[in-house]
Structures are given as structure tokens and as C-alpha cells.
């Protein structure tokens, strides 16, 4: 006997991914649960563009120095209007870094995501900084309205070998606290995008903290002995889910004849 019901196609789709498809229609216009999600969703990621990142808290989870600095960009509504001035440190902050010999320094700056800092950026840093022993790593910054490029002056400033930026990635209307890494060997003002390299979409639905650390570290590493970052560096992995431990994530992996 018919009960009247019609199984909706698309469910066991959306269920692997937050991505907005098979939304059907009522009239010409959305089912009032699909626009409800979308009206969620875009105010999430508002608040992800102006939300603050509570900096003290957040420096107290890292457990390690730190270092609070600020852009040239003297609020939110500057730093969303003026994209240059989030590139550069206040007099304030470039006095207050200490030059040193450091393999590396971390950079977390709020960028347009505060919930993806919060929620990924300092296990994020101890999972890097594990998979680093022996290396001399610098005080992290916390830098506040800041852009991938404050790094550079903040490496330079601080004489550290490369750097590595954490920061919030611009939200969308599926994912609203993803993190972005950016490491740039030999920072310095005026260094260009082709010479970083990037690891996107760090997030608990995309490529999760574990993950990223070891990409991260493994191209730490190769930027170390290379001398090189951005687009030189190639990440040539065979497996990037192997278990902590089992080699660098980026070294390519011999197959034998057969394989």
C-alpha cells in the first residue's frame, strides 16, 4: 500500500557534503527549510568577517611566548576598506620585535574569519611545532587585523628563516571558520604571492588540524633544505594521511617495478 511519500533523491548527496544542491523548489522560489539554511549561513559569515578574536585566551591555550602586534589599520572598518594597510605593522609593533636566530616564527593573525582562528590556530601551532623538534622557533605572534603579507615584516623584523602566517580565510555560505596557512622562506616587505606556498580549507569538514600540521611541517622542512618557497616547491605526496611518525608527508615515495 502506498503511503503517499516520495524518498527525496538527493539526500544521501547532501549528506557527504555541505554544499547546496538538489534544494528543490516551492513555486519559483526555495522550500522555506533551504532558505532559512542560506539566511543562517550568510549571517555566520558575517559574524566571521566582524567578529574579534580574544587574543588573551588564545595565547594562554598556545602555552608558549607571544608577541601582540597590531597592522597599520586602526579598526575593523579600516582593515575591510583598506587591504594595505593590514599588510603592515604600527610603529607600535616594529619596536616591539626583537631580532634573533630563529628557524621559524608563527604568525596568527584574525585575518576574515575570528571563529576559524579561534577554533583551529593554536592546535594548529602545537601540532606544527611537534613535528619541528630541534628547531629554534620564535615567540608566535598574534597579530591583530592582519593580512597574509604581515608576515613578511614580521619575519624580516625578527630575522627568522621563514614564516609561517595562520590565518582566517574569507567565509563562505558553507563553511564560515575555515584556516588558511601560508609559509614564506626569507620573509621580507615586498615579497609576492608566487612565493609562498599554501595550505587551504583547515577546517573539521575539509582537511582537519592533524592533516595540515604534517603538510605544513613536511614543507618546512623542504623550504629549509631547498632554501625556497612558492612555486619551486612542489609537494610531490604519495600519502598525506599517514599516521604521525612514518616520514615527511612531502617526500615522494619510490614505487618498484610492478606497482
Not at 40 to 51: E, I, K, P, Q, S
Not at 87 to 109: C, H, N, T, Y
Not at 174 to 192: E, H, I
Request: with cysteine.
Amino acid at each position: 500500500m502506498s503511503t503517499g511519500v516520495t524518498r527525496d533523491p538527493w539526500a544521501r548527496f547532501r549528506a557527504a557534503t555541505r554544499a547546496r544542491i538538489g534544494l528543490g523548489r516551492v513555486g519559483d522560489g526555495l522550500p522555506t527549510r533551504a532558505l532559512l539554511d542560506f539566511q543562517l549561513a550568510h549571517a555566520r559569515a558575517r559574524d566571521a568577517v566582524h567578529g574579534a578574536v580574544d587574543f588573551d585566551a588564545l595565547a594562554a591555550s598556545l602555552g608558549r611566548a607571544v608577541v601582540h602586534a597590531h597592522s597599520a589599520a586602526p579598526d575593523r572598518a579600516t582593515y575591510l576598506r583598506r587591504p594595505d594597510l593590514g599588510r603592515r605593522l604600527d610603529g607600535a609593533s616594529r619596536a616591539a620585535l626583537a631580532k634573533g636566530d630563529w628557524d621559524a616564527v608563527f604568525v596568527i593573525a584574525d585575518g576574515l574569519s575570528a571563529a576559524a582562528v579561534t577554533d583551529h590556530a593554536a592546535a594548529m601551532v602545537r601540532a606544527v611545532i611537534d613535528r619541528l623538534p630541534g628547531w629554534r622557533i620564535a615567540p608566535v605572534v598574534l597579530a591583530r587585523q592582519g593580512r597574509v603579507a604581515l608576515g613578511d615584516e614580521v619575519g624580516e623584523a625578527m630575522g627568522a628563516a621563514m614564516v609561517a602566517v595562520l590565518i582566517g580565510e574569507r567565509p563562505g555560505l558553507s563553511v564560515a571558520n575555515s584556516l588558511g596557512a601560508y609559509l614564506t622562506w626569507a620573509p621580507r616587505v615586498g615579497r609576492k604571492d608566487s612565493e609562498r606556498n599554501c595550505i587551504s580549507n583547515i577546517h573539521a569538514d575539509g582537511l582537519t588540524v592533524e592533516a595540515a600540521a604534517d603538510r605544513l611541517a613536511g614543507l618546512m622542512a623542504e623550504a629549509r633544505r631547498l632554501k625556497l618557497t612558492g612555486i619551486n616547491l612542489k609537494e610531490d605526496a604519495v600519502r598525506l594521511d599517514a599516521p604521525h611518525g612514518q616520514g615527511n608527508a612531502l617526500v615522494h615515495q619510490q614505487r618498484g617495478k610492478g606497482s
